[in-house]
């Protein structure tokens, strides 16, 4: 039986808004995926390059390898370790050229991928093992032991699986030599009638409040989110988008593994990023297009590159979104290379995306809606999805008052795995709530631009009023020698919380006090947002998706900013 069968209704009607969702032409991820590969004018293009610095590995692979690869990982899967649809493979692996096979194998079974950050703590895995209820777990050769050791605390946990770099460490060789023009000739028969509806990937949430939640996507959601992104930006099979970011994330694995293999393109898979051979590999690979977080965009910036040595008359810019980006970072980037910034925003509750910023702006309504408000414009809902600023009782709000950002269509997800205490919370009024703050503004066009202010719950809230962190970051870390600022509440007796911020500064310079930062907020920012309390590190503390740990930063420095509860600041001290 499908698991998603008997969706609450409530969740339903949020998903499954008619005009939103128009018919797909195929009936399951397998019927899909043989559309690409059986079809003649794709067999001999190249789909896949798969590339690793560190051991100077470039390997390709065109639609008919790629489809020959895919059927011995699903027949291994299916008659080796005994995986039926509806079971749940979880994965503890990095971006390379076995996870991406591993991934499509499974989901041509109707078999569940859940992918587990192999950077993550041992209890972090041993919960989303046990919580998804994976039968198998599948992990690079040198983790094995502490997969086996997992497994043993695991009863349903059947199978652990092996993999190096020729694939399998028993069974079919994924890299064997095929025949070019070999195409899927046969799939292993499923155990029920394969559909659209069917689990794709259980994706776990960071967690940052408490256990992480178990993201269901269907089939359904993965095809119409490439759709949308693939229509919103043109993509096509001329089109080749380069993955820099983890595929254990919706990013990774939406953007840039299946929205190319939607739209005919090809991809060029990264063990990891490296803002050293960034430039030249999308030189040498006629990249098109790169999905990238902020922090990213900030390495980049650091390295600072000298590009007129490369031929970049393909490349047509970054997708950005999955992390703050601020508007000080956006300017500086688009300024320093000259490419645009594609602005975007969405949870892995939304599959991926849900807005971008428009491609056919001009340059100057492009640098208007990055730079000339508080934040970048996140842009205007992408097809399948409707977005609205909601009031906290579930009011539509008029353009520019704050409210919560909420969407519904066909790329929400099919809700929280066994968590209808998150479901009940999460789809409220025929919306799906993001937990996240913002607005619109309308064009001369009618539509409507987003923007995003912060999370809910990161939200300070200083003697009742509500204060974006994000602008107070902006303003922290448009100072020159700043390479890192978070703004974070403290418990305060007369406010209930003040303003601190946590500074990484950046090498080889002489260091600003921490009065002389104060007073460059000051020039900029009313006297209620700025810090009163700085506090130095060294460490950058991102998720491996480059999402600021902000939450967890508040309790880190929890201790020490106490010593600062009872102080009242006022607005004379420099």
């Given amino acids: ?82 995986l039926r649809s509806g079971d749940r493979l979880a994965t503890m692996l990095f971006n390379h050229d076995v996870t991406v096979a591993l991934y499509f194998g499974a989901w041509i079974l109707g078999v569940t991928i859940v992918p587990i950050n192999v950077e993550e703590s041992v209890d972090k895995k ?28 695991l009863p349903a946990l059947r199978h652990v699986i092996a993999v190096n770099d020729e694939g399998f460490v028993e069974g079919p060789k994924h890299r064997a030599k095929v025949e070019i023009g070999t195409v899927l000739s046969s799939l292993a028969a499923p155990s029920h009638t394969p559909s659209l509806d069917d689990e794709a990937l259980i994706v776990y949430t960071s967690g940052t409040t408490g256990s992480p939640k178990g993201v269901v996507l269907t089939v359904e959601n993965l095809l119409l989110d490439a759709d949308a992104i693939a229509d919103r930006h043109q993509f096509g099979a001329d089109d080749r988008l380069m993955c820099v970011l983890p595929i254990h994330h919706v990013n990774g694995t939406v953007v840039t593994l299946i929205t190319p293999f939607y739209c005919k393109g090809s991809i060029v898979l990264n063990r990891k990023f490296k803002s050293v051979t960034f430039w030249r590999r999308v030189h040498e690979e006629r990249v098109t297009c790169v999905s990238v977080v902020p922090t990213l965009l900030e390495f980049l ?4 590159e000298d590009v ?91 353009e520019m ?35 996240d703050e913002g607005f619109y503004v309308r064009d001369k066009l009618g539509r409507p631009f987003f923007f995003i202010s912060g999370r809910l719950k990161e939200l300070i809230i200083r003697g009742g009023v509500n204060i974006a962190p994000l602008e107070i970051d902006g303003v922290l870390r448009s100072h020159p020698l700043i390479r890192f600022a978070m703004a974070v509440p403290f418990e305060h007796r007369y406010y209930g919380e003040e303003i601190a911020a946590y500074v990484v500064l950046r090498g080889g310079v002489a260091p600003p006090t921490e009065a002389e930062l ?7 920012l009313p006297f209620s947002k700025c810090p009163k309390v700085i506090r130095f590190g060294e460490e950058v503390p991102y998720t491996s998706t480059g999402k600021p740990k902000r939450l967890e930063l508040k309790t880190r420095l929890a201790s020490v900013l106490a010593a600062y509860r009872d102080r009242q600041f006022r607005e004379m001290e420099r």
């Fill in 1 to 82: 039986m499908s698991p998603l069968i008997g969706v609450p209704e409530h969740i339903a009607q949020v998903r499954k808004v008619e005009a939103l969702c128009p018919p797909l032409p195929w009936s399951s991820f397998a019927d899909f995926f043989k559309s690409r590969v059986y079809d003649r004018a794709l067999v001999n293009l190249i789909f896949l390059i798969y590339c690793d610095d560190d051991r100077a590995v470039r390997y390709t692979y065109s639609y008919g390898e790629f489809g020959t690869v895919v059927q011995s990982v699903a027949t291994f899967l299916h008659d080796r370790v005994g």
């Fill in 126 to 153: 041993r919960y989303i093992l046990e919580h998804s209820e994976a039968s198998a777990v599948c992990c690079w050769h040198t983790s094995l032991d502490e997969a086996k050791n997992l497994q043993r605390e």
């Fill in 301 to 304: 910036l650091d390295a600072n």
């Fill in 308 to 398: 007129t040595a490369y031929k970049l008359d393909s490349f047509g810019g970054f997708i950005c979104g999955a992390g703050p980006l601020l508007k000080d970072a956006a300017t500086r980037f688009e300024d320093r290379f000259g490419f645009p910034i594609r602005h975007g925003y969405g949870l892995s509750e939304t599959t991926c995306y849900s807005c971008f910023l428009p491609n056919e702006l001009s340059r100057d309504e492009h640098r208007h809606w990055i730079r000339d408000y508080e934040f970048p414009s996140i842009g205007v809902p992408l097809r399948h999805n409707e977005m609205a600023i909601l009031s906290g009782d579930g009011q539509l709000l008029p």
């Fill in 401 to 435: 008052a704050r409210g919560e950002i909420c969407i519904r269509g066909g790329t929400v997800c099919a809700g929280y795995f066994k968590r209808d205490d998150a479901n009940e919370a999460a789809f409220q009024w025929g919306w799906f709530r993001s937990g």
């Fill in 518 to 524: 104060l007073a460059h907020c000051r020039q900029r």
